[in-house]
């Protein structure tokens, strides 16, 4: 474990680590941050590097301290403390102590102000870790001026002369040839000196002085953190609340929330982020973002332009930006403050989302009367988009943080639904609110859910599916990925039974273990999704999306459930991760990415309701006057508390008593409903400050009905305080949680030569309406559907956010191999595992079919004889949209017109010509299928190994065949074969059959 929690309950702490620039602390909003690390040594960025400061302390052990905006170090006798000033100028601060009765040296280092710009701002794991280290090269343009307190350093950047201003008193220093400014203090026995470092100049600072600002800076900090605080049982939890605040005031611009705190430093209109200022009571800051993008949503462009709108020159992949489309047209709110520009993501759908919740939180009535015209432009911009059809299922078209290539190709999306169900149900309540009409809102939420239950729930699996197909066979796709349970349940789609049920699915999807010497319990984190082949943001191990399944599990009375996936991902993210206490994007257990990015929006906003309205159970709708409160604790938990500007309440057990102290700040006439376990109650006691209100017996109830929940009504005055205690006859053990994982299927081709069979493989030349390698040199235009959305490249391959994307397929190395080895004048015999094939060397050599009018849809093939296994060899294209679907099916007809029948699964026994299935054991768990090189001929279940394809995406150079087994009834003689597409947007062809009998031949 990297770091863990300390004694006083606040910080996190670890000894002699050597993590470097791992923990950022954040200036005033402008960008302007200090890298600290596990030993005394820092970066400061400007934005750009600021040059990198070090301190080497008395010789001894070095423990780091961590808490909600400031970093401590303990060594050799000497207390530093590094701190920030976040109001005002920005300001980096250091005061060291010496806290021994002896005289100490502490030696100092600077250098290498550069104003360098990083990739992604210097974040964690896509930026150099040593991107802030001492460079020599960077202090070549830097000049010293000594003053009487310190130094401004001169540093040349794009050839602009700049300054930057450090105040340190040095007893003795030195400027190197660098130049590189190096010296040291001499600190007598509790002595402590200030350092201070400033992007621009300020006057007149003296050691006095520095500490007046340092004692003011950590004063604001702690005005800050009180904004929000917990106490928990849990000593890992308890530490995140204080966190998340300063992590939520680093991603605040002053009028917008941004995208990240560190990378991605940039203003976004939707994402998670915007959940967290109502989630800790910031509706001031909430609202000001709010009304930011109101004022960039398009209100003067009538959509003149009909459906569809694709954009040719990104090869028909995504919406073409041009005013006036249906897309870009009123509604339509665009991402960057004050600059009117299109981009490529319906982020209005996120910023919606959170402005309801919102209004939800406050219930300000001025504010739904201003936002009102927002959302009736809001509503009416996803109907003409993204229903355009009138039948109440909406496509997603980029419309969640896990969208990069994500399309549905204008199918019905359930958590696009589910959102534009919530959000006329809301716009309903919030119209018949302020005296407008209701009506056509609450009408098209009811017919949303009707048509969703209709079309999208799987009812043989109890949950929703991922999207139905607009075109084709219009199938359900019943794999969803993770951001399908958790955004139909927080949408509030169906009953409490409903989402309790979709909720269980969320044990089907891959779990990684975070595991640890240092703690007992395993915890599991799920996989976005388990689609293959990989491609990001898809099924990554993403932290938000983690955090948004557990705030799922709460709202679906999953208690426990909730609270593992809360523990796993906060072990995962603050204590075995670089950074302590980080909101980071990627967790470290993401094959692909790894550990990525810090403090990131997303899931500072999702863990921000996760707290709150999910541990804590604290719902706010003031829409209809009340607050609920439905605590979320595990059932080991004796005490929790939370404080926050609005309510601070407080539970406590002791014995089979339990005590909920509850004090408000809500409006007067506020309804609080406080759900209380219903199983084994005995008496309930409710008091105010005056003494005893209510007190309520119970019959005694039988101990396997389980937990039910029942809800106690409270009507508030202002500042009210509210004491209920609970006695229990009984109180129920802990659910035990069932395991969390998926069994794959399993591969059963072995394709080893068998001694008791022979083998008679088929010439197909004569069927053959193809070269294999055409695959992706083919433009793919028909059909496509006639609405504007987010679909497959013209090409056949890559997606939307790399719409110019292909795979070379190049099988002349097999056909070389094939002419040299044949006399025929077109086929030739290849074994693989001595198995042979007759494939074609000269002309087309595959036949396809697919959906798209490029190649039928289906051939029968006449075959004939018996055997007991059909082996083909089958080449094709398929993708992470058409992940564990039948993309095709393989039919076999028998003489006496009966048929045997073999689905082609991705990635069970189907893969794509261009990649090799990845599987890991954990997110990725692709069978090991047998593949036949078509650039040299090598066939192996581990042809990535055998080429040296390494990677998660595991690109075949020239791409290769699928061996494909089919059981087929050795007692009946074949008539034929089918083969037929299932799936759009994927090509299926057979390159070669052979059938499999026993030697002695058929029944």
């Not at 923990?23 to 200090?34: I, K, P, S, V």
């Not at 219930?363 to 039948?391: C, I, S, V």
């Not at 005056?690 to 007190?695: A, H, R």
């Not at 008791?756 to 695959?775: C, T």
Request: hydrophobic share 35%; charged share 25%.
């Amino acid at each position: 474990m990297h770091y863990r929690p300390d004694e006083t309950g606040r910080g996190v702490v670890c000894v002699d680590g050597a993590a470097r620039f791992n923990r950022a602390l954040y200036g005033a909003h402008t960008g302007f941050r200090m890298e600290c690390s596990d030993q005394p040594e820092f970066g400061i960025y400007l934005p750009g590097m600021g040059g990198n400061l070090q301190l080497t302390l008395p010789e001894g052990s070095c423990t780091a301290r961590y808490e909600a905006g400031r970093m401590e170090y303990w060594q050799g006798g000497i207390h530093l403390e590094a701190q920030v000033r976040r109001e005002g100028a920005d300001m980096a601060l250091w005061r060291i102590t010496n806290t021994t009765n002896q005289p100490l040296t502490v030696g100092f280092a600077f250098g290498g102000v550069s104003g360098q710009k990083f990739y992604r701002n210097g974040d964690l794991g896509v930026d150099d870790p040593n991107c802030f280290a001492f460079d020599p090269a960077a202090c070549t343009t830097n000049h010293y001026s000594k003053s009487k307190d310190g130094f401004q350093i001169d540093y040349l950047f794009k050839g602009e002369s700049k300054q930057v201003q450090l105040i340190v008193p040095l007893d003795h220093w030195k400027i190197s040839r660098l130049p590189h400014l190096v010296g040291e203090f001499r600190l007598k026995p509790h002595e402590e000196r200030y350092i201070a470092y400033l992007p621009v100049a300020e006057p007149c600072l003296t050691q006095r002085t520095l500490a007046k600002r340092f004692a003011a800076a950590e004063q604001a900090r702690k005005a800050l953190i009180a904004n929000f605080s917990i106490d928990t049982p849990d000593p890992y939890i308890t530490p995140i609340a204080e966190a998340l605040v300063i992590a939520a005031d680093g991603i605040w611009s002053g009028r917008t929330w941004l995208h990240g705190a560190v990378g991605w430093r940039s203003e976004y209109t939707g994402w998670r982020g915007a959940y967290v200022g109502d989630a800790i009571g910031w509706h001031d800051r909430a609202r000001t973002h709010f009304r930011t993008y109101a004022e960039n949503m398009v209100r003067d462009v009538e959509p003149t332009l009909d459906h569809p709108r694709q954009d040719s020159t990104l090869n028909l992949a995504r919406a073409e930006k041009l005013w006036g489309t249906p897309m870009y047209s009123n509604g339509y709110i665009c991402r960057r403050p004050g600059k009117r520009e299109m981009s490529h993501y319906d982020m209005n759908l996120v910023y919606i989302d959170a402005l309801l919740r919102h209004i939800r939180a406050t219930g300000d009535e001025a504010f739904m009367r201003e936002m009102y015209p927002t959302l009736q432009l809001h509503l009416a911009w996803e109907k003409r988009n993204f229903d355009p059809d009138g039948d109440h299922l909406y496509d997603g078209y980029a419309c969640i943080w896990a969208s990069d290539a994500l399309y549905y190709n204008g199918g019905a999306a359930t958590h696009s639904s589910a959102y534009n169900y919530f959000a006329n149900r809301e716009m309903a309540r919030i119209a018949e609110r302020i005296g407008e009409d209701p009506t056509p809102y609450r009408e098209e939420a009811e017919a949303i859910e009707k048509a969703m239950f209709n079309a999208l729930w799987h009812k043989e699996g109890n949950h929703w599916g991922e999207y139905k197909d607009l075109m084709g066979h219009g199938r359900l796709h019943t794999s969803p990925a993770l951001w399908t349970i958790y955004h139909a349940i927080d949408s509030e789609v169906g009953s409490v039974t409903a989402r309790n049920a979709t909720a269980e699915y969320i044990r089907q999807l891959p779990h990684l273990p975070v595991t640890s010497p240092d703690f007992d319990e395993v915890y599991a984190l799920p996989a976005t999704s388990d689609w293959q082949p990989y491609i990001w943001s898809i099924n990554n191990v993403a932290t938000a999306e983690v955090m948004h399944a557990a705030l799922a599990y709460w709202q679906a009375e999953k208690r426990e459930e909730a609270f593992q996936l809360m523990k796993g991902m906060a072990l995962d993210n603050m204590y075995l991760g670089t950074s302590p206490l980080n909101f980071g994007q990627i967790s470290y257990l993401d094959a692909a990415r790894g550990e990525c990015y810090r403090d990131f929006a997303d899931p500072i906003g999702v863990w921000s309701r996760a707290l709150t309205e999910g541990l804590f159970g604290i719902r706010p709708d003031l829409i209809a006057g009340k607050v609920e409160i439905c605590p979320g604790f595990p059932q080991a938990w004796d005490h929790a508390s939370i404080n926050l500007p609005k309510i601070n309440y407080r539970f406590e057990r002791h014995g089979t008593k339990e005590i909920y102290t509850i004090e408000h700040r809500y409006p007067k006439q506020t309804m609080l409903e406080l759900s209380l376990r219903s199983a084994g109650i005995q008496r309930v006691e409710i008091y105010d400050q005056k003494g005893l209100l209510e007190s309520r017996e119970f019959p005694e109830t039988d101990p396997q009905k389980g937990s039910s929940w029942d809800r106690w009504k409270f009507q508030l005055k202002e500042r009210d305080r509210f004491r209920i205690e609970v006695t229990y006859r009984w109180l129920p053990e802990p659910e035990a949680l069932q395991p969390a994982d998926r069994s794959y299927a399993v591969s059963t081709a072995q394709a080893l030569e068998n001694e008791k069979a022979s083998y008679l493989p088929i010439d197909l030349s004569g069927h053959y309406n193809a070269s294999v390698s055409e695959i992706y040199r083919n433009e793919y235009l028909a059909p496509r559907p006639a609405v504007t959305t987010l679909q497959i490249p013209k090409q056949g391959y890559g997606d939307w956010c790399h719409p110019q994307a292909t795979a070379e397929i190049d099988d002349t190395g097999l056909r070389t191999l094939l002419r040299e080895k044949s006399t025929h004048e077109r086929v030739g015999s290849w074994r693989c595992n001595e198995i042979p094939f007759l494939l074609a060397h000269t002309g087309n050599n595959v036949i396809y079919t697919s959906l798209w009018e490029n190649y039928p849809t289906a051939v029968e093939l006449p075959i004939s004889g018996c055997g007991e296994r059909l082996l083909l060899l089958m080449a094709g294209s398929t993708n992470h949209m058409q992940s564990h679907i039948a993309n095709g099916i393989l039919r076999v007809h028998y003489t006496d017109g009966t048929s045997s029948s073999l689905e082609l699964i991705n990635p069970d026994n189907w893969a794509s010509i261009e990649q090799v299935g990845v599987n890991d054991g954990y997110s990725y768990r692709a069978p090991a299928l047998w593949r036949l090189s078509l650039q040299n001929g090598i066939f192996s279940r581990t042809l990535d190994q055998e080429m040296g394809i390494e990677g998660i995406n595991r690109i075949i150079p020239g791409g290769a065949a699928t061996l494909v087994e089919m059981e087929i009834d050795p007692k009946k003689e074949l008539r034929s074969l089918t083969l037929e597409t299932l799936s759009n947007d994927v090509v299926i062809g057979v390159m070669g059959i052979t059938i499999e009998r026993r030697e002695e031949g058929c029944d």
